[in-house]
């Protein structure tokens, strides 16, 4: 049985780490096959007008992208055994991360959390209206949901492996029930001839490319924190593995379904809800609520977790049981909001604004300057080599606020997350070598 974590932001010693690729696979799928994700996968089709195919293979492109910058980030977990928000000191400086990064993460992961209890609420109410004819309201739903997955947070990574090992596979049962609701619906507007040439959908530049940065800044988003899942791996070799197929698959099965529903309806409800249309058996639909309601549990346990090491990150005498119940009350507080899943398209877009120029310098920093390799002792020394301008890598915050403002001046159909995180990039590597004279002329580079 999970028993409570005691580590903190300190490395994971090497002896613990023994997580293996299969490990990583099942923990990241159980997290991505979400119900927010299906609901993000109709939106590609309403809002975005791409048919079925093209919002599949948009989708993993799109993941595929994000995860070439994530992977290398990934691999400082089991390379030193630290989490994501500790290993950016070495690139934005101590302060630097513990404001921004760590902040920002924060305020990210929140999203997340508060999302999917929303978005499992609508499912709940749907699926309990189909079967006792009593439609309870969205926010009490959404509120007890999250405060009961936060309450499991708070034990910390041993409970995330424990829980992922059942929502596996339930939610490939799931994937099964819905694709076999799909193909044997009587509805003419389901027919898989007529879903896959998506009729009422028309490709177009603009809305594939604003999709695309949709799906590359909100996966970026986990920069800070994907090494919190790694940090336990064995090996880079396993994190490649795992992490990347675990995401990609997740990102066709999640689209797939999602984008189906809404090909066929023209609605962006969501899969969880369209079920209730497709058939009246008791036991099917109960099945989807078990399953929803697990799946949403496992992923939140790891958005509530995330929130604590963001936490304890900029403020370690928390320690991270309790920065992961701090934070999850805010997060149970945001379950109240339903404009967050209402408006999903548009906050997740937004969400990408601060990821790709953050992408963007981090990468460079660690792939090209430093050259994957940190000092893990002087990430916890305040005046160590990582101090940089008063704990602050000031070309770094530069770099990162001009990325802002060209992400929000480019239009979607230039892939602004490309522009973003380039610009960003770019401006470092101008930026660094002028930071880096200045330090050695005062001695402290």
Known sequence: MPVIEEIGIQPVPREQRTGTWADLFAINFAFAVNPLYFVLGALAVTEFGLPLWWAVLCSVLGVLLAFAILTPLAQVGSDYGIPGQVSLRAFLGIWGARGLSSGYRTIAALYWFAAQAITAAYAVRALVDALAGVRPGIVPVAVGLAAVQALLAVVGFDVIRYVSKVVLPLGLAFVGVMLGLYLSSNDPRFAVGRVFHSPDQHLRWAGFAAWLTLIVGSTLTFLPSVADITRYTRTRRDIRIGLVASSALAMVV??????????????????????????????????????????????????????????????????????????????IALAAVPDLVDSAASWTTRLGNVSAPLAGVVIVEYLVIKRQQIDVEALFDPRGRYR?????????????????????????????????????????????????????????G
């Open 388 to 444: 940089y301008v008063g704990g602050i890598n000031v070309a770094a915050m530069i770099s990162i606020a001009i990325g802002v403002g060209v992400y929000s001046l480019v239009p979607d159909s230039l892939v602004k997350v490309a522009w973003g995180g380039g610009v960003a990039a770019l401006v470092y590597l101008l930026l660094q070598p002028v930071q880096q004279r200045w330090l050695l002329a005062r001695g402290s």
């Open 254 to 331: 999640t689209t797939f379904v999602g984008a189906y529903a809404a090909a066929a309806t023209g609605s962006g409800k969501g899969s969880f809800e369209v079920v209730t249309t497709l058939t009246g058996s008791k036991p099917i639909l109960a099945f989807v609520l078990l399953a929803l309601v697990i799946q949403v549990t496992s992923v939140n346990i790891g958005n509530a977790y995330q929130v604590g090491l963001s936490l304890v990150n900029a403020a370690p005498r928390l320690g991270r049981p309790f920065a992961t119940a701090v934070g999850a009350c805010a997060g």
